[in-house]
Every structure is written in C-alpha cells, then in structure tokens.
C-alpha cells in the first residue's frame, strides 16, 4: 500500500505532457492584386519545428460575415486536429485559413470570386497559395492539397476546385452557398452596399451553371478530385446542396453527399471537421 501511494504521489507530480498538440500562428501576406495585407491563420502540426520534413496543406475557407480568426475561436479547429493527428484519423498536416472578408459585409468587400475591386481568386492562386506552400513547406503539388470551407467558404472552395482541378486532390462543401438567384442569402438594400458586389458574384460564378455548361473534357478533369457535400437536414441552403449533388450523378461524378442533423450552426461545422480533415487526408497521395 505505501509503494502504490508513493508510484501515485510521484505520478501526480510530473507536469502534464500535451501529446501531439500543434500550435496556430497569425501571419500576413501583402498582395498586390488586393493592395492590401491580407492576414491568415496557419495550424502547424506537433513537431514541425523540429524537422524538415514537407506537409500536404489544406485551405480552409469562411463564410460571409466571417474571417480568418472563425475557425480557430468559433469552430474550435486546432483541438480537433490535434485528435485526429494523435489517432491517425488524419495524416500531419498544414492548415491555412485565409481571410475573405469582414463582419460589416455591408461596408468591406467579402468574397473568394474576382469580382470589381476585389479580385480575390486572382490573390489566392497566384500569390497566396506560392508564399504559403514555400514559408511553412508545404509539398505543393495537386496530389497534397485540400480546400474546404462552410457557406460562402463552402461555395468558393467548390468553385476553386472546379475552375482549378489539377490543383486539389479533394474538396469538402460545407453547407455551401452554391448560387444565388433565387436569393436565398439576400441581397443589399442600398446603393454602394458591397453585400450586393459579392452576391452578384456568387451568382456569376454558380457551381451549378458550370456544371450544366461543362465539356466532357473539363467534366474529364473533375473526376479526378475527390468530392464531399455536407449540409444540414434544417439548414436553408440545403435544397441548393442537394441540386448539387443530383447534377455531379447526372454528370458521372462521383461525390460523397451527406445531411446530418442541424442547420447553419457554428455547431454544425465544428462537427464537420471530424469528417472533413479525414476525407482530405485519405484523399492525399501516398
């Protein structure tokens, strides 16, 4: 008995040991697309310090009214990657979350698209993804990158991987804002308003027109990337998730297509990065 209080007492004083904890750091990237320093945040894998060694990247996306900070403080995404990392549910990896926008979508401009004064897609291929993939090593090929994002984010990384397919293994649509012509996000109320610049955008830019508009060639290109849809069964973008999914069948390309329980919830994302971060990681090369 007092050599088992002791092995306890000698337990409980040894600091606690974070296993496998990675660590977010803020950075910024002055564009000159933009004329603007557009700010990210970056989760680094445990060890990446400590070795050389090259990661596969993800690009994770927000939504409108968002930032770059949502992931990290509403989705709570660095303790679930670092779960999935120490139970092998997900490879190591680099996770880049890039701002596209503002809370006041009403007065600073919001978006993924090019679109007048902002040509942001034009920001995020030529310049962000090359600085990114050479600072924190990612190995920077189509074979070892993601993007995925919620709502708007859900949107523009679907569109990002249809005009740019040779860049992505996979992509995960999370309650995605694919279309608005029937504006089911709404438009502005007055002249000037910039919520109005970036619905026309995701308009001009519907996932669901390029896929009824798409040679055989680039329909050819698409079924090379891996394709997940998940959207909330009460979530008011659902009937766009759905006609979707039903054009990529009728299109013969295959894509995982999920409605769970919730709406468009922070929640209801938090829990998505369970199956995301994987869905990326068993998509990377080996």
Not at 96 to 114: E, R, S, T
Not at 175 to 196: C, Q
Not at 263 to 285: I, K, M, N, V
Request: charged share 25%; with cysteine; proline share 3%.
């Amino acid at each position: 008995m007092k050599r088992f209080v002791c092995v306890l007492l000698v337990l409980l004083a040894l600091p606690a040991v974070r296993v496998n904890a990675g660590k977010v750091v803020t950075d910024s990237l002055r564009s000159a697309v933009l004329d603007a320093q557009v700010k990210f945040n970056v989760y680094l894998p445990d060890g990446f310090d400590k070795s050389a060694r090259k990661y596969p990247v993800v690009y994770l996306l927000h939504g409108l009214y968002g930032s770059y900070t949502n992931w990290v403080e509403n989705m709570k995404m660095k303790g679930i990657a670092d779960e999935l990392i120490a139970s092998g549910e997900a490879v190591p990896m680099i996770i880049v979350m890039p701002n596209a926008g503002h809370p006041d979508a009403h007065n600073v401009q919001n978006g993924y698209f090019n679109m007048p004064g902002w040509n942001y897609e034009d920001f995020f291929f030529k310049e962000l993804i090359p600085a990114v993939e050479a600072k924190y090593r990612g190995i920077g090929d189509k074979g070892h990158r993601a993007v995925m994002g919620l709502s708007m984010g859900g949107g523009g990384c679907t569109v990002y991987a249809q005009r740019h397919p040779d860049m992505f293994s996979s992509c995960y649509a999370m309650s995605a804002w694919l279309d608005n012509k029937d504006n089911k996000v709404g438009r502005a109320h007055k002249s000037g308003d910039k919520l109005e610049i970036v619905c026309q955008s995701v308009c001009d830019h519907s996932a669901l027109d390029f896929l009824d508009n798409a040679s055989e060639a680039t329909l050819n290109e698409l079924r090379n990337v891996k394709w997940f849809i998940d959207c909330g069964d009460d979530d008011f973008l659902l009937e766009l998730n759905e006609d979707f999914h039903r054009k990529m069948k009728a299109k013969r390309i295959k894509s995982e297509f999920r409605v769970r329980d919730g709406g468009h919830t922070q929640e209801y994302w938090h829990q998505a990065l369970r199956l995301a971060l994987p869905f990326a990681s068993r998509s990377f090369d080996r």
